[in-house]
């Protein structure tokens, strides 16, 4: 696999951000089956999904409830194995991994934003961000990095409010800069907006859309709002576990 260093210049930090070529996908499903065991009756949640990704790709996801989105989320972010087909990201075989490999991936590659934030309300909003880097270091912390994230978000004067002084909009920015902090190769979220009033939703997105572009990071998103939807640079759907690039 080839990658080269791209060293982007942020408010005066430097990111060393591994970035593929672009004839090299960051993230590519090849086949990929999946079903749960619901009483004696499997369910089919993933049938014959080809999916091929690059860096910086803002993707967005739509369908109808129960048609796999959460499922095809899940084995983005290396929380559940498929059944059958390959699963490659940044270069490796996902789907062969074992949980402690999964794990480490995580840990170290993935970042998550949740419909309901998901932020703990015992920490403030500093140590909220802080998390991921204590996860993937367990000790170590970089207060420079959650500074230019907090920044970055427009936040960083709110650093020690606690998660219930803030306004939902608020929230979700702390989420992304959590979800950002350990500078993930990708960034899921689960309905984003969906918490959000139009215009705070917009802000996420362009918050989102901005992370794609500054880091190179792919992002992923589900979204039931088709104008949400539109943003995105590639558009697909997914309806009874069969995934279609909605070519636009
Ligand atoms: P969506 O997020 O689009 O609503 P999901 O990925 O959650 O869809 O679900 C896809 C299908 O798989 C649905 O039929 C759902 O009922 C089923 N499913 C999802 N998770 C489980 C589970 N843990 N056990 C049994 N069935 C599940
Ligand atoms: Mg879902």
Redesign the pocket.
Known sequence: MFAEALRVILDGTVFQISCQLMTTPIIQFIDVYKS???GSQP?T?LEAVNLSLDAGDFVTIM??????????LNLLAGLDLPDKGKIILNGRKVSDFSDHELTLLRRNEIGFVFQFFNLMPTLTVMENVELPLLLAHSSRTDSERIKTLLDYVGLWHRANSFPAELSGGEMQRVAIARALVHQPVILLADEPTGNLDSENGLKIIGLMRKAATDFKTTVVM?THNPQVAAIGNRHFE?RD?KLTDQIT
């Open positions: 749960y065991q619901s369910v949640a369908g109808p409830s129960g048609g796999g989105k959460t499922t095809l589900v997914i576990g």
